[in-house]
Antibody, heavy 121, light 110 residues
Framework: EVQLVESGGGLVQPGRSLRLSCAAS????????MHWVRQAPGKGLEWVSG????????GYADSVKGRFTISRDNAKNSLYLQMNSLRAEDTALYYC??????????????WGQGTMVTVSS | QSALTQPPSASGSPGQSVTISCTGTSSDVGGYNYVSWFQQHPGKAPKLMIY???KRPSGVPDRFSGSKSGNTASLTVSGLQAEDEADYYCSSYAGSNNLVFGGGTKLTVL
């Protein structure tokens, strides 16, 4: 069964850091680009960041550029999101999502259930 | 990286057809065929319904179809059913390793 399981969310104070992880199973992880997508409570979807199969291509939304870092470990079938200088507006459910292609960012065909990040003092 | 524009709401009666639009620019929707549509029921993760403008993943009913004209993509749901009531989001590749979503459309089956 193809599966993505996120972890690492929680309550964090503004300005602090948090690292999200996504464990993939049921498919050849290093054949595909991967993404993080977030959804603030009651709001729409926002693409956060994406990474190609070999980490050669990486992209970030303007809202997180310079603060968040995406990475992957193909040996561990895992995707990560290092979030620094967190702000209240980063509060959201963070989804890990699989692309259909290995290099160009095209779509999200498999989604995890998400991990909640709450930034508050 | 401006969000794509979708109508906040759409509605139709069972058996009818409804079309949801997704308007971008020549830098995203108009420039690439990597346009997708997602369905999201309350409390659930999004589900891919259409990718690369017109393709349907296995298991998605052929009542769902996609198209594009210029900078506007559209999702048409034919033969509306109660279970189609959900939020729908479009997304597009926007060049330079960027993706962008629409603001979402709440589809109500009357």
């Amino acid at each position: 069964e193809v599966q993505l399981v996120e972890s690492g969310g929680g309550l964090v104070q503004p300005g602090r850091s948090l690292r999200l992880s996504c464990a993939a199973s049921g498919f050849t992880f290093d054949d595909y680009a991967m993404h993080w997508v977030r959804q603030a409570p009651g709001k729409g979807l926002e693409w956060v960041s994406g990474i190609s199969w070999n980490s050669g291509s990486i992209g970030y939304a303007d809202s997180v550029k310079g603060r968040f870092t995406i990475s992957r470990d193909n040996a561990k079938n895992s995707l990560y999101l290092q979030m620094n200088s967190l702000r209240a507006e980063d509060t959201a459910l963070y989804y890990c999502a699989k692309d259909q292609l290995f290099s160009i960012f095209s779509t999200f065909d498999i989604w995890g259930q998400g991990t909640m990040v709450t930034v508050s003092s | 990286q401006s969000a794509l524009t979708q109508p906040p709401s759409a509605s139709g009666s069972p058996g009818q057809s409804v079309t949801i639009s997704c308007t971008g620019t020549s830098s995203d929707v108009g420039g690439y065929n990597y346009v997708s549509w997602f369905q999201q029921h309350p409390g659930k993760a999004p589900k891919l319904m259409i990718y690369e403008l017109i393709k349907r993943p296995s298991g998605v009913p052929d009542r769902f179809s996609g198209s594009k004209s210029g900078n506007t993509a559209s999702l048409t749901v034919s033969g509306l059913q109660a279970e189609d009531e959900a939020d729908y989001y479009c997304s597009s590749y926007a060049g330079s390793n960027n993706l962008v979503f629409g603001g979402g459309t709440k589809l109500t089956v009357l």
